[in-house]
């Protein structure tokens, strides 16, 4: 290689490096203000700089210079979707809508939620007592399939009382739309209620119950292990029905309300 040449070389390597830390600087400028802008975003939102500066780079070389500098967004964990309500499986009207409630095992309230571990998601099926607070059934698993909600009704049923048949409410996931869980529900004489057009607000009972779980009870951690979260669940459960007074039961606890009233 000439002289001329080395030094025309080198004098090309100094400037990239140059414009390459230009880039760098008003990518991080930028991510102060939008942390987890994608990078197409990104080049197209600093390239007026780039023009002006002379400075060109391609797409390709942009994504590797942002991988080199840790600065490619990292995706969050996805958050799977609970509820499936595209289906041509039956749906019932909600039947608890403004109906005054005067002692437990009138109405349930029903939902899913999941939780974070090292090792994948686990899936929590809930069945809460409208009047008393109550969560009379509870099952944790892996699978989002009908299983997981059919045994958390097992346990509801087991320690229903009998000549009690309490209306069922819940969203119309597919999972409580199933015909082997709708079959069940109404073996026992249960009458079936699901929301119809604001999911969340026609099912904020059985939504809060999953919100104090995950956020008073520390269940919106990721556990390392599904054993960790599945322990953590089952005392989270318990002490939210015998050890938290509940403002609209006079601060009593679930629990004692649920017994006393039935």
């Given at each position: 290689?000439?002289r001329?040449?080395?030094?025309?070389?080198?004098?090309?390597?100094q400037?990239?490096?140059?414009?390459?830390t230009?880039?760098l600087?008003?990518?991080?400028?930028?991510?102060?203000v939008?942390?987890?802008l994608?990078?197409r975003?990104?080049?197209?939102l600093?390239?007026?700089?780039?023009?002006?500066a002379?400075?060109g780079?391609?797409r390709?070389r942009?994504?590797e210079l942002?991988?080199?500098?840790?600065?490619?967004?990292?995706?969050?964990?996805g958050?799977?979707?609970t509820?499936?309500?595209r289906?041509s499986l039956?749906?019932?009207?909600?039947?608890i809508?403004g109906?005054t409630?005067?002692?437990?095992n009138?109405?349930?309230?029903?939902?899913?939620?999941y939780?974070r571990?090292?090792?994948?998601?686990?899936?929590?099926?809930?069945i809460t007592?409208a009047?008393?607070?109550?969560?009379v059934?509870?099952h944790?698993?892996?699978?989002?399939e009908?299983?997981?909600?059919?045994?958390?009704l097992?346990?509801?049923?087991?320690?229903?009382?009998a000549?009690k048949h309490?209306i069922?409410h819940s969203?119309?996931?597919?999972?409580?739309?199933?015909?082997?869980?709708?079959?069940?529900?109404?073996s026992?004489?249960?009458t079936?209620?699901?929301?119809?057009?604001?999911h969340?607000?026609?099912?904020?009972?059985?939504e809060?119950?999953?919100g104090i779980?995950?956020?008073?009870?520390?269940?919106?951690?990721?556990?390392?292990t599904k054993g960790?979260a599945?322990?953590a669940?089952?005392q989270?459960?318990w002490?939210?029905n015998?050890?938290?007074p509940?403002?609209?039961?006079?601060?009593r606890f679930?629990?004692?309300?649920?017994?006393e009233?039935?």
């Amino acid at each position: 290689m000439s002289r001329q040449n080395y030094y025309a070389a080198r004098r090309l390597r100094q400037r990239r490096q140059i414009d390459e830390t230009m880039i760098l600087e008003l990518v991080r400028s930028e991510r102060k203000v939008q942390p987890r802008l994608g990078g197409r975003k990104l080049l197209r939102l600093i390239s007026a700089d780039l023009n002006e500066a002379g400075v060109g780079i391609g797409r390709d070389r942009f994504f590797e210079l942002l991988a080199e500098a840790d600065l490619l967004v990292v995706p969050k964990p996805g958050t799977p979707r609970t509820t499936n309500s595209r289906h041509s499986l039956p749906v019932f009207g909600n039947l608890i809508a403004g109906k005054t409630l005067s002692m437990p095992n009138e109405a349930w309230v029903s939902d899913l939620t999941y939780i974070r571990t090292d090792e994948g998601f686990l899936y929590a099926a809930l069945i809460t007592d409208a009047y008393s607070r109550k969560i009379v059934g509870a099952h944790i698993g892996d699978s989002l399939e009908a299983e997981g909600c059919l045994l958390a009704l097992e346990k509801a049923l087991a320690e229903l009382p009998a000549g009690k048949h309490p209306i069922h409410h819940s969203d119309r996931g597919c999972q409580y739309c199933c015909h082997e869980y709708v079959d069940r529900l109404q073996s026992r004489g249960l009458t079936i209620s699901m929301t119809q057009i604001m999911h969340c607000y026609e099912n904020a009972q059985a939504e809060r119950v999953n919100g104090i779980l995950k956020q008073e009870y520390e269940l919106d951690a990721r556990f390392r292990t599904k054993g960790q979260a599945r322990k953590a669940f089952e005392q989270a459960v318990w002490l939210y029905n015998h050890r938290r007074p509940h403002m609209r039961l006079n601060y009593r606890f679930p629990v004692e309300v649920h017994e006393e009233a039935a």
